[in-house]
């Protein structure tokens, strides 16, 4: 059985809420907010503008609470709790205290930012947001910003402590959009420079390797993954033997650029699959490049087009982010276990002598077009 809910003025579409997300969803939002206490629930209605629960204080007080979720909900959020100045909670939304309103609680947005211009006597907490406190603002309690950043005008009293683990450098007043589209193009490109160097030096040896991962890939990725704790032992033993204390201090510079080659195969072998080239052809290696460098710089370009939306658009860069690492380490994984397969890109015993072969055949010189 589903419910649907309406916004207000009808203007932004209608939204599919499960009664049992909402019960549950509503059950706990009431525990929370009269646990300890002799308070109840005065009115509870289910309607087009969702789910409203009205609680009284009590006979001898005048302290009311509304808790909505559903469509009817400032900013887009999908739940609301606003205690008539009590405490503010936001999920999926920004939360607001303006110039001259008092909130005896805390305020709390969870996938949305903060902004204070009032007076807080609890806590101001954003998570996967921003903190911004204006001018005049007051906090008697602590001020946390995670995955955001902490704004804070001179002369801000803030009584309790102020804690931020942001995410995204830039601060209040830059373009976030064009900030972070200009950070994923320049690192793009800086990539894409660096591959075409690499590509151009070891040309043969990449082919080889690129040759490995698209035959053994499953292999070579967990090759790779045993090569970052291998690394550390051998790192041990050489410094056990003092004489091998030398080759210690180098070898993590080795094995950095081993893992950023094999970051730069693996883009290849996805390369040549998007495009539908075969490996090592005459034909080029920076189309391939290209077009898999692109494909993994995609899922950060939507990420950050998703991180400056409000409401649930925020959880949802956050995931397409997480995407684009995991493609990289998948990526550098297989491609560092392809080197070790291959001895480093050597041409392949099969080949003789003069293996300059390219692609899995390994049959034609670099140079040479492959035959028909």
């Not at 006979?59 to 005048?62: K, N, R």
């Given at each position: 059985m589903?419910?649907?809910l309406?916004?207000r003025?009808g203007?932004r579409?209608?939204?599919v809420?499960p009664v ?6 509503l ?6 907010a009269s646990?300890g206490s002799a308070?109840k629930?005065?009115r509870i209605?289910?309607?087009?503008h969702?789910?409203?629960v009205e609680?009284?204080g009590g006979?001898?007080?005048?302290d009311?609470?509304r808790i ?14 606003d ?9 999926f939304?920004?939360a607001a205290?303006p ?7 805390d305020?709390?947005a969870?996938?949305g930012s903060?902004d ?7 806590d ?5 947001g921003?903190?911004?406190l204006?001018e005049?603002?007051?906090v008697?309690g ?7 950043r ?10 309790g402590e ?7 450098p ?7 959009l064009?900030?972070?589209l ?9 990539t894409?420079f ?5 590509a ?6 990449l ?14 990725f967990f090759l790779g993954l045993?090569s ?14 003092v004489i ?13 650029l081993l893992?950023y080659a ?6 290849y072998?996805?390369?040549?699959r ?9 034909s080029g ?6 077009a898999g460098?692109g494909?993994v710089a995609?899922f950060?370009v939507?990420g950050?087009v ?6 649930v658009?925020r959880p949802?860069?956050l995931?397409f982010?997480?995407l684009?690492v995991?493609l990289i380490l ?11 397969l ?8 099969s080949a003789g002598?003069?293996g300059?072969?390219l692609?899995?055949a390994?049959?034609?010189p670099?140079?040479?077009p492959?035959t028909?």
């Open positions: 589903w419910v649907f309406r916004s003025k203007s579409g209608s939204r809420l049992g997300a909402a019960t549950v969803a059950l706990s939002l009431l525990g929370a646990a308070e629930a005065a209605e289910v309607g087009p969702g789910v409203v609680r009284d006979d001898d007080s005048t009311t609470a909505r979720i559903g469509a009817d909900v400032d900013s887009e959020g999908l739940v609301s709790i205690e008539s100045g009590a405490g503010i909670v936001r999920v939304a920004d205290v110039a001259g309103q008092r909130i005896l609680g305020v709390v969870v996938f903060v204070v211009a009032g007076q807080v006597d609890g101001v907490v954003a998570v996967m921003s903190v911004r204006r005049g603002a007051a008697d602590d001020v946390v910003a995670i995955g955001g902490l704004d804070q005008a001179p002369g801000v009293v803030v009584n102020s804690v931020s683990l942001g995410f995204f830039f601060p209040w007043g830059l373009p976030a064009p900030v972070m200009a950070v994923i193009l320049t690192g793009w490109l800086v894409l660096l591959a075409w160097v690499f151009a030096l070891f040309r043969t040896r082919a080889h390797v690129a040759s490995m991962a698209s035959k053994r890939t499953v292999a070579s045993l970052l704790p291998g690394f550390v032992a051998l790192v041990v033993l050489l410094f056990v033997t091998g204390i030398p080759l210690a201090l180098g070898l993590p510079v080795a094995f950095t893992q094999g970051q730069i195969a693996g883009t072998v996805l390369g040549c998007l495009t539908g080239r075969a490996l090592g052809t005459e290696v920076m189309a391939p490049l290209i460098t494909f995609l950060f939507v950050a998703l991180a400056v939306m409000p409401g658009a949802l860069a995931f982010c997480l684009g995991l998948g990526l550098t994984q297989i491609g560092t276990g392809a080197f070790l291959s001895r480093f890109g050597a041409a392949p015993r002598a003069s300059e072969g692609g899995p390994a049959q034609a670099l140079a040479a492959p028909a």
